[in-house]
């Protein structure tokens, strides 16, 4: 898709469709130039009731006397006042999810002024809305039903250097959140922990970003007990890719990403029913973020360095699955008495956070579908977040601000670490039903030793199980656009 920024009279621009926003209240000086060439028509429909601007409203306007282009969208932001970052991103999705369901390819976005957000802000996020609302979820399917656009015109933006790098922002964002759905998206007999490295390798040579992927017998050598022991019971063989993104220089720090990519979990011998087994192909989506993240980041150039780190595994039922009281030795050195081999994802974490830990990190970042218990806290579309480090986790938190991502803290009291006292070994991987999300954290907690961490738990946001107007169903790339954010403010 091309993007480009135009200054065109708004009668002059010919595309297949002309995007138009229009506002509750007053028209906008936008409105009022389509007013003037086209008869009045809005205010027209207007006062017949047809269009009021409320937020989300779409009328289909065809064949506009004193129009170049052949069809208007006018689409409804609502009170101009009372219009977020969040509402413009869901309007921009919807409207974009609605041409991309037919084949036009040339849209022509008009960008309206925003009062609360800035017009190189505006002109980033239709920029992401049309490239991730024009990609869809059937992989698979014969035929498309959903189809990009050739060319995007940001008409009336004007086309000065701040709105270009802002499109081109918005594209790469719009991209990587679409690698990462794509990956999700994917069926778990394609996506092993092989290929998921392939893939990785593949992008880390475009990238030009140094990467490394670990084999099984590596992964011995690394003392990597917890993670191997998840992977026994697959004939798929596990993998750890490390990428490393030097945009800093060697001596700054280093921000380690570790993603969580358990790429089917039939939950082993504690096995899960088909009902909550049956999207387990996305138990990889930590994994596949932090791949989009580093995509992102690369191709932003953005001056940070980072360390990416994806363990990768099948949780699989098999004569050689590891079983409950088995006791297994972390690459760490704890041991971990099994209580349930469905609590797999902060094994394959724990030893791949005291890998990034021995790297020499100064912070960490951990993305992970982690507990159906987060999701029974906070829903599906809000992020768990947890620390030992309250001054990183408030810098994090204003960048989830920044990108529009919702997020919500929760505690880490030591109570919950009580749970985990095991009788036979250092720590036992289960805790009671009860706040099992803070458990998981407080487990993962045991392997970041005093570096600054954050622990994101994405079960519920990571993977859509319906389609809505705004957003297709399957993998959304949740929490991406707030690692960028967060990226740039370090
Ligand atoms: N991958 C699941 C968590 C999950 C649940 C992700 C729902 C997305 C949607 C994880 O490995 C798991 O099975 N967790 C268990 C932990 C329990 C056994 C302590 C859970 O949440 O039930
Ligand atoms: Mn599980
Ligand atoms: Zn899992």
Redesign the pocket.
């Known amino acids: 898709m091309q993007i480009t920024a135009s200054d065109q009279t708004i009668s002059e621009i010919s595309a297949d469709w002309l995007v138009l926003p229009v506002f509750e209240s007053e028209p906008s000086p936008l409105e009022q130039a389509f007013d003037a060439a086209a008869c009045n028509v809005i205010q027209r429909l207007r006062e017949l009731g047809d269009v009021t601007g409320e937020q989300g409203e779409i009328v289909e306007l065809r064949q506009v006397a004193g129009m170049k282009t052949p069809r208007v969208l006018l689409v409804g932001l609502g009170k101009a006042d009372a219009l977020t970052r969040a509402k413009l991103e869901r309007i921009c999705m919807t409207v974009f999810r609605r041409l991309s369901s037919k084949k036009n390819r040339s849209v022509a976005f008009t960008v309206p002024d925003v009062a609360n957000v800035s017009a190189a802000q505006v002109a980033e996020i239709v920029a992401t809305a049309a490239v991730v609302a024009s990609s869809g979820q059937s992989v698979y399917k014969k035929k498309a039903d959903r189809f990009s656009f050739d060319e995007l015109s940001l008409a009336t933006a004007g086309s000065d250097e701040a709105t270009q790098q802002a499109i081109e922002r918005g594209r790469i964002l719009g991209e990587s959140i679409n690698l990462t759905r794509e990956l999700v998206n994917r069926h778990p007999g394609e996506v092993t922990p092989k290929y998921f490295a392939d893939r990785a390798s593949e992008l880390a040579a475009k990238l030009q970003v140094h990467g490394e992927v670990m084999d099984r017998h590596q992964l011995a050598q690394e003392r990597m007990g917890a993670l191997l022991a998840v992977s026994r019971g697959s004939t798929e063989e596990p993998r750890l890719v490390v990428l490393r993104y030097e945009g800093a220089g060697e001596s700054a720090p280093w921000l380690a990403l570790v993603g969580k990519g358990?790429t089917f979990?039939?939950?082993?011998l504690?096995l899960?029913p088909s009902d909550s087994m049956k999207s387990?192909k996305a138990?990889m989506a930590g994994a596949a973020t932090v791949l989009g993240a580093v995509n992102a980041i690369a191709r932003l150039k953005l001056k940070v360095n980072i360390i990416a780190a994806m363990g990768l595994v099948e949780?699989m039922v098999s004569g050689s699955s590891y079983k409950l009281g088995e006791v297994l030795t972390a690459r760490s050195g704890t041991t971990i008495e099994i209580h349930?081999?469905?609590?797999?994802?902060r094994l394959v974490l724990a030893d791949v956070l005291s890998y990034v830990v021995d790297e020499g990190v100064s912070q960490i970042i951990d993305l992970a579908t982690l507990t159906g218990s987060c999701v029974v806290a906070l829903g599906e579309e809000v992020t768990g977040v947890f620390t030992n480090n309250q001054p990183f986790c408030d810098q994090f938190s204003t960048a989830a601000r920044a990108a529009g991502e919702d997020i919500w803290q929760l505690p880490m009291f030591e109570s919950f670490r009580d749970q985990l006292k095991s009788d036979v070994a250092d720590i036992k991987n289960v805790g009671t039903r009860w706040g099992g999300a803070i458990t998981a954290a407080k487990f993962l907690e045991e392997f970041v030793a005093d570096t600054p961490w954050i622990h994101l738990d994405i079960a519920g946001p990571a993977f859509a199980e319906s389609t809505k107007p705004h957003r297709e169903g399957g993998g959304t790339g949740a929490m991406l656009r707030t690692l960028v954010a967060l990226a740039e403010s370090l």
């Open positions: 358990v979990d039939s939950g082993g504690s899960k387990m138990d949780n349930n081999t469905d609590a797999e994802g």
